[in-house]
């Protein structure tokens, strides 16, 4: 009797070891959620950008027969555009290009006088628009935020307004379009909040050289020769959307 006792407890103890066994190994396994995606900046983006602009015309006039002048003319106004590129990243390290086309309100004029006190002249400059493309280089601060240099080629249009007066004698103006190019350097940061979006400030540096004409009237028999160079400083602040990556 006392043997089957200990056989029924024997049978109960292994049908509730099994039991149990298949219910935990019914039990859903838990596993950690995978950790989310690093932002990719690689990919083609388009944005638009608004900002300001200040720079400076140096003006070199010289008279035949008469003499010299030399004056830096201040200019400045607000600018605005668009600008496009491509971004390929590299672990911590973007590269890229960037080209870009502004509309600006850029000018600036003065009146001063040449070597004499016989000469008056009157000056006007205006930058129409300009544009740039190039090189960015990249380092990432966070997975989120970008330092980057950038450095490429400018070109912009200006308008140059000359008018010449010589005391008792009369005066004569001359007006003159080009599209000059140069090259630009610069730095900025920018950063990206979700969708393919992200914000930017960026400083850049255009030289767009030198601009040289001559001209004058036979009335008045004076030849004038001037000489510009338009260099120019840039904030702005901008925004782009991205596609891949």
Same mark, same amino acid.
């Given at each position: 009797?006392?043997?089957?006792?200990?056989?029924?407890?024997?049978?109960?103890?292994?049908?509730?070891?099994?039991?149990?066994?298949?219910?935990?190994?019914?039990?859903?396994?838990?596993?950690?959620?995978?950790?989310?995606?690093?932002?990719?900046?690689?990919? *083609? $983006?388009?944005?638009?950008?608004?900002? !300001?602009?200040?720079?400076?015309?140096?003006?070199?006039?010289? @008279?035949? +027969? &008469? %003499?010299?002048?030399?004056?830096?003319?201040?200019?400045?106004?607000?600018?605005?555009?668009?600008?496009?590129?491509?971004?390929?990243?590299?672990?911590?390290?973007?590269?890229?290009?960037?080209?870009?086309?502004?509309?600006?309100?850029?000018?600036?004029?003065?009146?001063?006088?040449?070597?004499?006190?016989?000469?008056?002249?009157?000056?006007?400059?205006?930058?129409?628009?300009?544009?740039?493309?190039?090189?960015?280089?990249?380092?990432?601060?966070?997975?989120?935020?970008? *330092? $980057?240099?950038?450095?490429?080629?400018? !070109?912009?249009?200006?308008?140059?307004?000359?008018?010449?007066? @010589?005391? +008792? &004698? %009369?005066?004569?103006?001359?007006?003159?379009?080009?599209?000059?190019?140069?090259?630009?350097?610069?730095?900025?940061?920018?950063?990206?909040?979700?969708?393919?979006?992200?914000?930017?400030?960026?400083?850049?540096?255009?030289?767009?050289?030198?601009?040289?004409?001559?001209?004058?009237?036979?009335?008045?028999?004076?030849?004038?020769?001037?000489?510009?160079?338009?260099?120019?400083?840039?904030?702005?602040?901008?925004?782009?959307?991205?596609?891949?990556?």
């Amino acid at each position: 009797m006392r043997l089957i006792k200990l056989a029924m407890l024997a049978a109960t103890s292994l049908v509730a070891l099994t039991t149990g066994g298949a219910r935990a190994a019914d039990l859903p396994r838990y596993k950690a959620p995978p950790p989310p995606p690093l932002y990719s900046w690689s990919g *083609l $983006y388009l944005g638009v950008n608004i900002g !300001y602009s200040w720079g400076e015309a140096k003006y070199d006039a010289v @008279l035949t +027969g &008469v %003499g010299a002048a030399t004056r830096a003319e201040k200019m400045n106004g607000v600018i605005g555009g668009f600008q496009s590129g491509y971004n390929y990243q590299v672990g911590a390290w973007v590269f890229g290009f960037e080209t870009d086309i502004q509309l600006s309100g850029q000018k600036g004029g003065a009146t001063f006088p040449g070597v004499i006190p016989a000469i008056t002249i009157t000056t006007d400059e205006r930058l129409d628009w300009f544009g740039t493309s190039r090189t960015r280089l990249g380092f990432l601060a966070t997975p989120n935020i970008l *330092l $980057y240099g950038t450095a490429g080629v400018a !070109y912009g249009k200006v308008k140059d307004n000359a008018t010449v007066t @010589l005391a +008792g &004698v %009369g005066s004569f103006t001359a007006s003159f379009t080009d599209v000059k190019a140069g090259w630009t350097a610069g730095a900025g940061i920018e950063g990206a909040f979700g969708g393919g979006w992200s914000a930017k400030l960026e400083y850049l540096y255009l030289d767009l050289g030198k601009t040289e004409h001559t001209f004058g009237t036979i009335g008045l028999g004076v030849i004038a020769t001037e000489t510009r160079r338009t260099t120019d400083n840039i904030v702005r602040v901008g925004a782009n959307y991205r596609w891949g990556g």
